[in-house]
């Protein structure tokens, strides 16, 4: 097992806020570049190639969702990512790779663009529903279980997920707006550094308590796109060895 590992966080964990425990954020500092990132990137390359059903999804109701969201990065790493060359046809990161750009599968070439998972979550009557995904870092959750469900169904069964908190996790997905992102994050403790954690809702839990050597962070956000109004759910995955 290669441990992929930060040395530290952007944030302090210890202040932490009510869930779900969201904030602004400047649109310039949406999506980010760390220390980690040619291990992780290198991960998901891997990730895309060898369980591409795994950890990516679209529906047919998320298909133009998804071409949009490609399009929207691009525009991002134009504008607010330096260490990205951007050409008609290619994308070069910032650890030197470049990445042709496919828009036949828009998720696809997203995972190997950036850091973070991204899943977008689209309207469909009362509450938001997963339309598509890449996602190469799940914690503890299945992307084949969640895909095409609403939000109350995927967080099934997370214990302080109960309808007060759906209501206002639907309120904050209804009120987002346009290039005017929110964020928050967890923190929670893992046995294991593995970044791809896929687990069915009947296996045990890798999460562990304060004896468990590995602090595992995601900083989540939440963005809508102009046209057509999905809500995108980024994952940047942070993984710190506390006895370090």
Request: charged share 25%; proline share 7%.
């Amino acid at each position: 097992m290669t441990e992929i590992l930060q040395k530290s966080l952007p944030y302090d964990v210890a202040t932490g806020r009510p869930l779900p425990g969201v904030a602004p954020l400047t649109l310039a500092d949406w999506l980010m570049v760390d220390e980690a990132f040619g291990g992780q990137m290198a991960e998901r390359a891997r990730l895309l190639r060898d369980q591409r059903e795994d950890v990516l999804a679209v529906t047919p109701e998320g298909a133009a969702a998804a071409q949009e969201l490609l399009e929207y990065v691009l525009r991002w790493l134009a504008d607010h990512a330096p260490g990205y060359v951007l050409r008609d046809e290619t994308v070069t990161r910032p650890d030197g790779v470049e990445v042709k750009l496919d828009r036949g599968d828009p998720m696809g070439t997203l995972g190997h663009l950036v850091q973070e998972d991204l899943c977008l979550m689209e309207k469909q009557g009362d509450e938001h529903v997963l339309s598509a995904a890449v996602l190469c870092f799940p914690a503890s959750w299945r992307l084949a279980e969640k895909i095409g469900r609403p939000l109350t169904s995927i967080h099934v069964p997370v214990a302080e997920y109960d309808a007060g908190l759906a209501r206002r996790v639907q309120r904050l997905f209804d009120g987002v707006q346009v290039d005017r992102p929110l964020w928050r994050f967890n923190a929670l403790r893992y046995g294991d550094p593995t970044l791809h954690q896929p687990r069915s809702r009947v296996q045990p839990s890798t999460k562990g308590g304060a004896d468990y050597p590995y602090l595992r962070s995601e900083r989540q956000c939440v963005l809508r796109l102009p046209k057509t109004r999905a809500c995108v759910f980024s994952i940047h995955t942070f993984v710190i060895d506390v006895r370090a």
